[in-house]
C-alpha cells in the first residue's frame, strides 16, 4: 500500500516532504535527512516493484 501510495503522490506532482510526513510518517522538518532519504529509497523500491510486475500481483512467486 506504501508503494501505491508513493507512486500516486509522485504522479500527481505531491512534494515530497508531505508524502515524508503522511505516508512515511518522517517529519521533515524535524529529519530532513532521513525523510528525503526515507523517500528516494522507498519510491526507488516502488518503482522497482513495479518494473517487475509484483506490486499488482504479490510477490511474483507461482
Not at 524535524?30 to 528516494?40: F, I, S
Amino acid at each position: 500500500m506504501t508503494y501505491t501510495r508513493l507512486l500516486q503522490a509522485e504522479s500527481e506532482g505531491a512534494d515530497w516532504r508531505e508524502v515524508a510526513r503522511i505516508v512515511l510518517h518522517i517529519d521533515p522538518e524535524q529529519e530532513p535527512d532521513r525523510a528525503r532519504k526515507a523517500y528516494l529509497t522507498h519510491l526507488k523500491r516502488a518503482k522497482w516493484v513495479t518494473e517487475q510486475g509484483r506490486l499488482l500481483r504479490g510477490t511474483g512467486t507461482k
